[in-house]
């Protein structure tokens, strides 16, 4: 089974967390987007009253497309978010986000959710954090050679993200740039996760240690890793 086609059942099982009056965190990238759209069509077709909040532009306007009541954190909180990861340590259930530049914004709307539930198909899962792909960190622009400096000195490869069909570096949503740091052997995410925010000139680093529950997509069907319980469930 495609990826794809995992992504869509892991985000078809997402709905079943979602109750009628909740306000719900909508997170970004492709994953992200199935669910969004699954989202709407559930909401259309059950008459729900079901609120979202965006976690970056691409979800605020796929929100909008499926016509998703949109509400926002001045006046809200939110009950449940639901988001996709660049790497799930299997163990610990800590991620990367931030592979398509909206971690900062993820990271406010899910650490502030009731309950943070993450989408991934199984090609996400990692022994150790940083084996297959670097920690975005978005950094003030007129911060990015002194924040490579301190990212070097904390152990990392630090490299400027470019745009692909714009030449020069990726601006985020947040108008800054993303360092991406290669980093293997991440012993302790939990310490790295501050040491890198405590750089000045950084905004967020990609590195998530707050997650209630991943679903995972896996060709024998979807599992479910719960933090604190050390238990994996096939539903
Ligand atoms: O900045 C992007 C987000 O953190 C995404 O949630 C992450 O990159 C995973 O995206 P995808 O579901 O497309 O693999």
Same mark, same amino acid.
């Given at each position: ?10 985000a078809? *099982?997402?709905? %079943?967390? &979602?109750k009628?009056g909740?306000?719900?965190?909508? /997170? ?6 199935? $669910? ?7 909401? !259309? ?5 079901? $609120? ?12 909008? !497309? ?5 509400v926002?954190?001045? *006046?809200?909180?939110v ?8 790497? #799930?340590?299997?163990?610990?259930? $800590? ?9 900062? !914004?993820?990271? +406010? ?16 899962? &990692? ?9 975005? #960190? *978005?950094?003030?622009?007129m911060?990015?050679?002194? &924040? ?6 904390l ?23 993303? +360092?991406?740091? $290669? ?6 995410? +939990? ?7 405590? +750089?000045? /000139? ?5 590195i998530?240690?707050?997650?209630? %529950? #991943? ?8 599992v479910?890793?719960?933090?604190n ?7």
């Open positions: 089974m495609a990826n794809e086609d995992l992504k869509l059942k892991v078809k *099982e997402a709905l %079943k967390y &979602v009628d909740m306000v719900v965190g909508l /997170g970004s990238g492709s994953t992200a987007a199935l $669910f969004i759209r699954e989202l709407g069509n559930k909401i !259309q077709e059950e008459d729900l009253t079901v $609120f979202g909040i965006p976690t970056s532009f691409e979800a605020k306007m796929l929100a909008m !497309q499926y016509e998703i009541p949109l926002s954190l001045d *006046e809200y909180d009950d449940i978010a639901f988001d996709g990861a660049d790497e #799930v340590e299997e163990k610990t259930l $800590f991620l990367i986000k931030g592979g398509g530049g909206c971690h900062t !914004q993820e990271k +406010i709307v899910d650490y502030n959710a009731k309950e943070f539930i993450v989408l991934v198909d199984e090609s996400k899962l &990692v022994k150790k954090l940083g084996e297959k792909f670097p920690i975005p #960190v *978005e950094v003030i622009p911060s990015y050679r002194v &924040v490579m400096k301190a990212l070097t000195e152990g990392g490869e630090p490299v400027i993200r470019l745009g692909e069909r714009k030449r020069g570096p990726v601006i985020t949503d947040n108008g800054n740039m993303i +360092i991406d740091v $290669f980093m293997k052997n991440i012993d302790d995410p +939990i310490e790295l996760e501050k040491e890198i925010n405590n +750089i000045p /000139g950084v905004v967020e680093n990609g998530f240690t707050k997650v209630d %529950k #991943v679903l995972v997509g896996t060709k024998k069907g979807t479910s890793l719960n933090r319980k050390n238990k994996h469930l096939t539903l």
